[in-house]
């Protein structure tokens, strides 16, 4: 078996270990005669391994009490919907801080229900910071704060929590949940694609405060009813079961890692090890400021582009893959999620000095 190193922004790469233990189980779950794929939702295997599951994700996140977390369908994308559907409660505005390809979905979604504030935008620097907070147009009557801690395109991450007082805070945490500790209770609500840290694509979770769930606008399908799906424990359809039961086993994987705290070294190292080859070299160039370059997402150009296939190629020949940059963007980038092994950004970094020692 050879197993390639894959920086793809999503789906990405999942643990080894992971994978090894989904295939141990594949077709016998527990003894119980049966593939997890093959389980009732509703019977006594299934519910137990969704509501451990659980468990281990507020064990992981330290999510109080006063929360919900809901596993849903339809990606993050569903989430820019639902989100003003759920949260608006009688409102007619809501704050959007845009610092990318990713909050501009988010803005054009929420645009159909209610008036986006543009609390910020870091457009004049073509998104490749986060406009300085003090400049910041906050609407003290909005129904809650939007933004995107990680810009998955972009390569540009907030490092501190965004300052809004008691207006719910709203973020699409898709390619930066379980990769640090993080403060939930400062959060209304978070929600996240599942196929960067979670799991398998086709699951998203939403993480939401008690006391915003219930009151949607009328009008809103079940599916994305907040209240509808905490009712239901997120089952009142059938639910994306093995995304959920492979989530399950990356939340046990992330305990047995020493948890977000653990996370959060290995993904600072990793990163910074990787940064510094860039700044370190005439021949790469990363265009995000040094207080908001992403831990995960990090994009990077050549000294000339016309080189750019031949960097794919022989990097591919070394196991190196899904380096090419998103379209908008251009050059590089490598995606370094949890379960990209320290090896691999380190194969990464020895490949970019030999092709600049060559071309450079
Ligand atoms: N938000 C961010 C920050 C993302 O990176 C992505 C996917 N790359 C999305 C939203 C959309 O997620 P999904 O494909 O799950 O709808």
Same mark, same amino acid.
């Given at each position: ?9 999503? #789906? ?17 779950? !527990? ?38 977390v809901?596993f ?10 639902? =989100? ?26 929420? $645009?159909?229900?209610?008036?986006? !504030? ?58 930066? =949940?379980?990769? +640090? #500790? ?7 609500? =978070?929600y996240a694609?599942a196929?960067? !840290?979670i799991? #398998?694509?086709?699951?998203t979770l939403v993480i ?34 093995? $995304?959920?039961?492979?989530?399950? %086993?990356?939340?046990?994987? %992330? ?22 080859? =860039? ?13 908001? +370059? ?28 899904? %380096?090419?940059?998103? +379209?908008?963007?251009?050059?590089? +980038? ?27």
């Amino acid at each position: 078996m050879s197993r390639k190193y894959n920086f793809s922004a999503g #789906p990405g790469m999942l643990p080894l270990e992971v994978l090894k233990q989904a295939q141990a189980e594949l077709i016998d779950w !527990n003894n119980s005669g049966m593939s997890v794929m093959e389980m009732s939702h509703r019977g006594k295997d299934y519910m137990s391994i969704a509501a451990e599951a659980e468990t281990d994700l507020r064990d992981v996140m330290s999510i109080p009490d006063n929360y919900k977390v809901l596993f849903l369908q339809g990606g993050a994308s569903s989430q820019f919907s639902a =989100i003003p559907m759920n949260l608006l409660r009688g409102k007619d505005s809501a704050d959007y801080i845009n610092t990318g390809a990713w909050s501009k979905k988010a803005i054009a979604e929420a $645009s159909k229900f209610c008036d986006v !504030n543009l609390v910020a935008t870091g457009e004049d620097s073509h998104f490749t910071s986060i406009p300085d907070p003090e400049s910041w147009n906050l609407n003290a009557d909005a129904a809650y704060v939007h933004y995107t801690p990680n810009e998955t395109i972009g390569g540009v991450e907030f490092h501190t929590l965004p300052e809004v007082g008691d207006i719910p805070l709203v973020a699409d945490m898709s390619s930066t =949940i379980l990769s +640090r #500790p993080i403060d939930v209770s400062k959060f209304g609500l =978070i929600y996240a694609g599942a196929q960067k !840290n979670i799991g #398998p694509a086709g699951l998203t979770l939403v993480i939401v405060r008690d006391d915003l769930i219930g009151g949607c606008i009328d009008g809103t399908p079940a599916m994305m009813d907040y209240a509808i799906q905490a009712k239901a424990d997120s089952m009142y359809n059938t639910p994306p079961t093995y $995304s959920w039961y492979l989530a399950g %086993l990356v939340f046990k994987w %992330l305990k047995e890692k020493g948890g977000l705290e653990g996370m959060a070294k290995i993904n600072k190292r990793k990163s910074d090890k990787l940064y510094a080859a =860039i700044d370190n070299s005439d021949f790469y160039k990363n265009p995000v400021d040094l207080n908001c +370059r992403s831990w995960m997402n990090i994009p990077f150009t050549l000294g000339n582009s016309d080189l750019d296939g031949d960097f794919l190629g022989q990097a591919a020949e070394q196991g190196l893959v899904t %380096l090419k940059g998103h +379209r908008s963007v251009g050059g590089m +980038r490598a995606s370094i999620y949890n379960a990209m092994p320290e090896e691999g950004v380190d194969a990464l970094i020895a490949f970019m000095a030999e092709f600049e020692a060559k071309y450079g």
